[in-house]
């Protein structure tokens, strides 16, 4: 049997919208994805997919489900079938025993992450010398609002102000702070914050730039149960839309480049996340282009 919890880890790294508009082209309406329903005939789309929810739903004749159920229903694929086709888009192998190499991350790490975000975004509305760096690089408000770029300030520990239990497990676990020696500080210190998103949206790390000339230069969240960056790249849910328009994306180095290039019109660009482009990059990019 396939453990539950490799199932839910499975469905939190796939993108139900590029699973099914591989099968059935979809075109936007609003928030979510349409078509005309592949179960049942019809002349004004009914079937609906929601990228958010992760979900898909026929108001003409009631299908609905996850990616999984959706391969099971137009592919006539079984179970465990469908578990191992889309285990194999993302890279993922298939536990053989009855224990999940990587078991459901906790709520609290999510909770964490999305919290920190806020306090950044805040930071950098309140930071003259950070507003000042984003200017100079050409950036406008609306670039920095639409990938939800902050700054973590200068000292120790400023996450403090945002988590009353600064020695929460959830902090360590997700990558915000450091355990040291002798004290446990933030990871992220003086640095333009860049919030890392998977295929829902979700955050699922950072990349911070330093301000001056300091290294590293850049600065990613560790290796973490929400987190791996051989597997993530950096800007894609934003430029998931201007990707399948274009029919291409661009791979450039850093965050910067994404959204510079963004700034300038160019938004179907994405980077990898410090380390060189992985299979798993190339297969989700070529899920995303023609």
Request: net charge neutral; hydrophobic share 40%; aromatic share 10%.
């Amino acid at each position: 049997m396939i453990p539950r919890d490799f199932i839910d880890t499975l469905l939190a790294r796939v993108d139900i919208v590029d699973v099914i508009d591989r099968r059935v082209p979809l075109k936007k309406a609003g928030q979510n994805y349409q078509a005309c329903c592949p179960f049942h005939s019809e002349k004004t789309p009914s079937f609906t997919v929601s990228p958010t929810k992760q979900f898909y739903h026929c108001f003409g004749c009631g299908a609905h489900g996850t990616a999984l159920g959706f391969l099971m229903e137009y592919e006539h694929m079984s179970f465990p079938d469908a578990v191992g086709a889309l285990a194999q888009d993302v890279g993922l192998p298939v536990p053989e025993s009855g224990e999940s190499d990587r078991p459901k991350p906790p709520p609290a790490l999510w909770d964490a992450l999305e919290q920190a975000a806020q306090f950044y975004k805040k930071q950098l509305k309140q930071t003259s010398h950070a507003i000042d760096y984003l200017k100079r690089r050409g950036l406008t408000g609306a670039i920095a609002a639409r990938y939800g770029i902050g700054y973590a300030p200068d000292g120790w520990s400023p996450l403090k102000q945002v988590f009353a239990d600064y020695t929460a497990d959830a902090l360590a676990a997700s990558g915000l702070v450091v355990d040291g020696d002798n004290r446990r500080y933030d990871r992220f210190r003086d640095r333009i914050m860049f919030p890392i998103r998977n295929a829902k949206g979700q955050i699922v790390g950072f990349g911070g730039r330093v301000l001056g000339q300091g290294e590293p230069k850049y600065l990613n969240s560790p290796e973490t149960p929400l987190f791996h960056k051989g597997s993530e790249l950096y800007g894609l849910f934003e430029a998931r839309a201007a990707i399948k328009a274009a029919g291409r994306a661009i791979v450039v180095e850093g965050y910067m480049d994404v959204v510079a290039l963004a700034q300038h019109g160019v938004e179907f660009a994405v980077a990898a996340l410090g380390t060189a482009t992985t299979p798993i990059h190339v297969r989700t990019l070529l899920r995303h282009t023609d």
